[in-house]
């Protein structure tokens, strides 16, 4: 009950932190920390499927992109409200991977993985090559959500939308559902033996998985203003996996930590270009050598060795 109050009690200082933050940054800081928020989401929704499905998505990123250039294009060539436009392109991104899910995720491994990659290929050179409709290389304007440039409001927005997706993926993963999916990751055949529909299930985490990408990339596209095809580079799914890497994989919050510490580091490396790719690729190894569970696991290590310096010695040692 201790352990569980402490947590509690920092979960609350972590928010009111959060909260307050704003007051004492700049607005450059402020937006670092609002793209940070939105590749925390995509982190944490790509966990959903690649940490405890195990389902190796290389086209995750596409889905972000998709959200963004479907809300965006509605609102500019269609005249669609804000409001709407965000559900519709919500509904696209799940459509497209229920469609893909069903192709492609009765295999899994290299292959699922190739599929995914063909995919996302597919719809980047798609949306580079129609310029007249989605403005191609040059980038496509899309309507501000709050109709100004100023980070802030965008910062307390992204930060509420962060949390609502994490606690939503913590409800989901401590559901049935959730423990069919872990299932699934670890043994595929026994899980079958005991009746669960492995297809069924891997479709339902890819659509999910698939519509909060969807979601966090259309609020991004209205967060910056300016959309291009650079959001679907193959770059920027690999950043996905080394935030959810670095993070923790199969952690609820791992990714979110993660995404923002690898954000703010590249950040303050901005000046030094060349150096920051060699800093980060050493990250990665050394976390992956000594702390395979990311930086949840280096935490988890040192609450363990704190806890057992408190344990009182015995007088009969």
Same mark, same amino acid.
Request: with cysteine; glycine share 10%; charged share 10%.
């Given at each position: 009950?201790?352990?569980?109050?402490?947590?509690?009690?920092?979960?609350?200082?972590?928010?009111?932190?959060?909260?307050?933050?704003?007051?004492?940054?700049?607005?450059?800081?402020?937006?670092?920390?609002?793209?940070?928020?939105?590749?925390?989401?995509?982190?944490?929704?790509?966990?959903?499927?690649?940490?405890?499905?195990?389902?190796?998505?290389?086209?995750?990123?596409?889905?972000?992109?998709?959200?963004?250039?479907?809300?965006?294009?509605?609102?500019?060539?269609?005249?669609?409200?804000?409001?709407?436009?965000?559900?519709?392109?919500?509904?696209?991104?799940?459509?497209?991977?229920?469609?893909?899910?069903?192709?492609?995720?009765?295999?899994?491994?290299?292959?699922?993985?190739?599929?995914?990659?063909?995919?996302?290929? $597919?719809?980047?050179?798609?949306?580079? &090559?129609?310029? /007249? !409709?989605? @403005?191609?290389?040059? =980038? +496509?304007? #899309? *309507?501000? %959500?709050?109709?100004?440039?100023?980070?802030?409001?965008?910062?307390?927005?992204?930060?509420?939308?962060?949390?609502?997706?994490?606690?939503?993926?913590?409800?989901?993963?401590?559901?049935?559902?959730?423990?069919?999916?872990?299932?699934?990751?670890?043994?595929?055949?026994?899980?079958?033996?005991?009746?669960?529909?492995?297809?069924?299930?891997?479709?339902?985490?890819?659509? $999910?998985?698939?519509?909060?990408?969807? &979601?966090?990339? /259309? !609020?991004? @596209?209205?967060?910056? =203003? +300016?959309? #291009? *095809?650079? %959001?679907?580079?193959?770059?920027?799914?690999?950043?996905?996996?080394?935030?959810?890497?670095?993070?923790?994989?199969?952690?609820?919050?791992?990714?979110?930590?993660?995404?923002?510490?690898?954000?703010?580091?590249?950040?303050?490396?901005?000046?030094?270009?060349?150096?920051?790719?060699?800093?980060?690729?050493?990250?990665?190894?050394?976390?992956?050598?000594?702390?395979?569970?990311?930086?949840?696991?280096?935490?988890?290590?040192?609450?363990?060795?704190?806890?057992?310096?408190?344990?009182?010695? #015995?007088?009969?040692?």
């Amino acid at each position: 009950m201790k352990w569980f109050n402490l947590k509690i009690l920092g979960l609350v200082v972590v928010i009111i932190v959060a909260l307050l933050v704003p007051l004492g940054l700049s607005d450059y800081w402020q937006y670092v920390l609002t793209v940070a928020f939105f590749y925390a989401i995509m982190a944490a929704s790509w966990n959903l499927l690649g940490g405890y499905t195990g389902q190796f998505s290389l086209g995750h990123h596409t889905f972000g992109m998709l959200g963004a250039y479907t809300s965006s294009l509605l609102m500019v060539k269609a005249g669609a409200s804000l409001w709407l436009s965000i559900p519709a392109a919500i509904a696209v991104t799940m459509i497209l991977s229920l469609i893909l899910g069903i192709v492609c995720l009765r295999v899994h491994g290299l292959y699922l993985a190739l599929i995914t990659w063909a995919f996302a290929e $597919v719809i980047r050179n798609y949306l580079r &090559m129609h310029y /007249a !409709f989605t @403005g191609g290389d040059r =980038g +496509l304007e #899309s *309507p501000l %959500l709050f109709g100004t440039l100023q980070p802030t409001p965008y910062y307390y927005f992204f930060l509420g939308l962060t949390v609502l997706c994490v606690l939503l993926i913590a409800v989901l993963m401590r559901s049935r559902i959730g423990f069919y999916l872990r299932s699934i990751r670890d043994d595929a055949i026994a899980a079958r033996s005991m009746g669960v529909n492995i297809v069924r299930y891997k479709v339902l985490a890819f659509i $999910v998985a698939s519509g909060i990408a969807g &979601m966090a990339g /259309a !609020f991004y @596209g209205h967060t910056i =203003g +300016l959309i #291009s *095809p650079v %959001l679907g580079d193959f770059n920027e799914m690999a950043m996905i996996i080394i935030f959810v890497v670095i993070g923790g994989m199969r952690t609820q919050t791992g990714p979110v930590v993660g995404a923002i510490t690898v954000r703010i580091t590249m950040e303050l490396l901005r000046e030094q270009s060349e150096i920051r790719i060699i800093i980060l690729s050493a990250l990665v190894i050394i976390i992956m050598r000594f702390f395979n569970g990311g930086l949840m696991e280096f935490v988890r290590r040192v609450k363990k060795w704190v806890s057992r310096r408190k344990k009182p010695v #015995s007088a009969y040692q």
